[in-house]
């Protein structure tokens, strides 16, 4: 079988090469640990607000956990103080609130308007109460909130969302990369042409590649999702296979992918000019950023790229348990990649052979 | 099947605006080896490219064994050494050698491979990485991939450049060898002495094959002593 030697030999040449199998195995590994620590820590952040003639009942509402309150004889003293130590200013003003913010963080500017709107909410609605009881004298009724989450817990996070998509785009990713390197580098040294000198046909070519990075792809998927599931306590609701199946696809789109980039690029250097061109945009369009966001016309790029279709298949799977019937459409377009890629790749052989 | 292993007829190459080769004709009979000479960007690589379908002619045809080529099945009865080494670096010269016969499907080539690897003295070399080899060794395996399997045609571009005398000497007995049992052999080189040592020599220059003949022949034409002054003499009246 000239199909299994060519494989066979891509493997020998990629286990001799120590950096390209840490570059494969261990470096997504890596990444992902370090995403867990960076997107792990407490989203929300401390905020202290400043006062000036607020009544007493409103800043012992905003007076919580993550925000502080800091009363200020003068509004001139109390804006002294913005950027350095608050974040926010409120003056009121007959019964008016006037509140400046330092804006130099959107989110805590957000998160002390929501704050603030509570607490006038619930102000008011203990006057309302009071009145109420006052005329009715109805016995008070205490609501319990019990909390339940279909995934994860309410340590759930950034993280935890964007996990699913992170192993398919790594696979994704280095995947790409090596292959593309590989056949690169097998033009460049002059060996394809040696290679078709022989009677082996440029099919046999191509599916040598993809058995051999198919394979190490499924090793590849094998480490990292039990990483994922083991060392970073990602709990994966649905079925183990049906995530390895969507990577190994995803996995030969990509070689394929990077085997025809590959003969658009001169050196090495120039495959990695396709990072920019290739990849990225598959992060971006992969469901990390909510595609429901997006305005319509941006988001029909998102159809032509094969990261769309596993990162959704991977979030089903792994975040609400999906069956092989939600997911099969999915891997149905990643089939319809693969084909034409393939396709192209036995065709775009003819430039070093004609026949 | 005609008398002629290799026919090129009219066989017409341009680069851009640059014409390497312009009306190439060449027949080369069975059991024959051929030296094809020539300047340094004369076309000589060119030429065994567009005999082996790797490069289309614009124009003019070849045919190896009575089958036009490119032809996929016919590359079987081919040995080929490119110009450069070509070689798989991660894998040792053995691992090489059981590639490239896998490639050509020689399933039980061990008894070949020694023998191959005793003519280009690399027996002792073949499991250390290609990787780890010297410029010559490099040449010599490569040579060895081209001889490799069932061949009726060889076609070796610069075969022994960096290999030393007393090698190149045994290398070349081995090619008469071959021939002997009827195959038939292009060697492109830059080596005039071993150009002596072909059946007959063809001369390319300026797009064209200006001389085809033995070298004897050719020598008595241009009344000088060696194939090499034949190509400064020929040169020169160009
Ligand atoms: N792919 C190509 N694109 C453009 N020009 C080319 C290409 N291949 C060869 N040439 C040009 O064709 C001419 C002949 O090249 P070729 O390699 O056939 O020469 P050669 O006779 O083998 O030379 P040498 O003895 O140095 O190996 C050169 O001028 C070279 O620049
Ligand atoms: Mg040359």
Redesign the pocket.
Known sequence: MRIWMIAKRILIELLRDKRTLMLIFIAPLLILFLMKLVFSVNSQTDVTVGTVDVNSSLVEKLDSKHMKVVNYATEKHALKELNQNLDAVIVSENDDLDVTYSNTDASKTKFIKQRLQMALISTRLSQLTSSVKRIYSVPEKKFKITNHYQYGNEDTNFFDKIVPILMGFFVFFFVFLISGMSLLNERTSGTLNRLLATPVRRSEIVFGYMLSYGLVAIVQTLIIVFFTIWALKVEVIGNLFYVILINFVLALVAMAFGLLMSTFAKSEFQMMQFIPLIIVPQIFFSGMIPLETMASGVRVISYFLPMKYAGDALTKVVMSGANFADIYQALLMLLVFLVVLTMLNIFGLKKYRKV | MGQNVIEISHLM?K??A?T??NDINLQIANAKIIGLI????????????IILGM?LPDSGSTKLLGKQMPNRSLLNKIGYMA?SDALYEQLTGLENLKFFAGMKKLHHATSLIDHIAEVVDLSDALDKRVINYSGGMKRRLSLAIALLGDNQILIL??PTVGVDPALRKKIWSELQRLRDQGMTILV?T?VMSEAELTDEVAL?MDGKIIEFDQPEKLKEKYQVKTVEEVFLKAEETL
């Open positions: 190459k680069f851009a640059q390497v080769l020539g300047p340094s960007g004369a076309g000589k690589s060119t030429i065994i490219k490069e110009q571009d610069e492109t830059h390319l």
